[in-house]
């Protein structure tokens, strides 16, 4: 989990990532949302269409819904040791954490394309850039090969045995298997992440060339009913694009779910909307709107006291 969220408007830079998690659940109960703790084994559609619902089937109880929202993410693949702490000289957020080594010496772990061009990229934030591949075979195309020799960046062919850290924990270099020792104040593992996709799976979901669900602008996956969201879905690996992509999932779904107004097709069925129809909230969910800070009378409203 982050020790700091970066690039969050409106969310300070120590607020860790535990923390973050903590205000958005107490946020969501708010609303009326219950947030129940469990890992969800199996999303099981119940007919051929969104309006049959689904079944979704976790390690400890069984729930029936109306639609899904995928949002399970990836794990970044962690190089083998020695390594310094995470978030104390390795990082994994190019977007998120390269302006923290503008001026520093820092390293990118990886002897792929990504890597490579991780490394070049790092340019533009300092002019001390060390490409470690621990003496794999670089696999980067020759294109690339040709790009790095014109760009000052060191490639670093031998394996590390060793790293030296600072008393807060901090890396401050590593040390390598020809004698070298290179001072670095962080750095980039490059060797890809693994999709959170077991669900994904059981639903036969459509996906990209490099793995990740593939969504409309809505987040609408290819069965009908499920949605997918955040780093589950190709774009930035960004906390405030993922909370857009949450939002505009949640609109679409109210709007598929939400009773008024009827169709024309509705009234040939249902009849016409009557007072004892609306509102078409539960009385709990009633309940806690009108309780909610945020409501127009709310109770702490000294004006309506």
């Known amino acids: 989990m982050m020790q700091e969220t970066h690039n969050v408007i409106g969310i300070t830079e120590e607020t860790s990532g535990n923390e973050l998690l903590q205000t958005a659940r107490e946020q969501v109960q708010g609303y009326g949302a219950d947030v129940e703790r469990g890992f969800v084994e199996s999303v099981t559609p119940l007919g051929e269409g969104a309006d049959d619902g689904f079944r979704v089937e976790t390690d400890a109880e069984s729930y029936r819904v109306s639609r899904v929202v995928l949002a399970t993410g990836f794990a970044d693949k962690r ?132 793995g990740s669900v593939a969504v409309d602008d809505h987040g609408q996956t290819s069965v009908d009913g499920v949605y997918a969201v955040g780093d589950l879905t190709p774009g930035y690996s960004q906390i405030p694009v993922a909370m857009g992509e949450g939002a505009i999932a949640g609109i679409t779904i109210h709007k598929e779910l939400r009773a008024f107004p009827r169709s024309l097709e509705e009234f040939e069925t249902e009849g016409s909307v009557t007072d004892a129809d609306v509102p078409a909230l539960s009385a709990e969910l009633a309940t806690t709107a009108v309780e909610h800070d945020g409501h127009a009378h709310s109770p702490d409203d000294p004006d309506t006291k």
């Open 79 to 210: 190089p083998d040791p020695p390594l310094p702490p995470t978030g104390r000289g390795l990082h994994y957020c190019l977007l998120c954490d390269a302006f923290m080594f503008v001026d520093e010496p820092v390293y990118v772990m990886g002897a792929g394309e990504a890597g490579a061009h991780v490394a070049m990229i790092l340019l533009n934030f300092t002019d001390d850039v060390d490409l470690l591949t621990r003496g794999e075979d670089p696999s980067w195309s020759d294109e690339t090969a040709t790009m790095l020799e014109y760009h000052p960046v060191d490639v670093v062919t031998a394996e590390i045995t060793g790293m030296n850290k600072s008393d807060d924990g901090w890396l401050e270099s590593f040390e390598f298997e020809d004698g070298q020792v290179r001072a670095y104040s962080g750095g980039f593992p490059m060797y890809g992440s693994d999709y959170h996709d077991e669900v994904v799976e059981g639903l036969d979901i459509e996906r990209t060339e490099d």
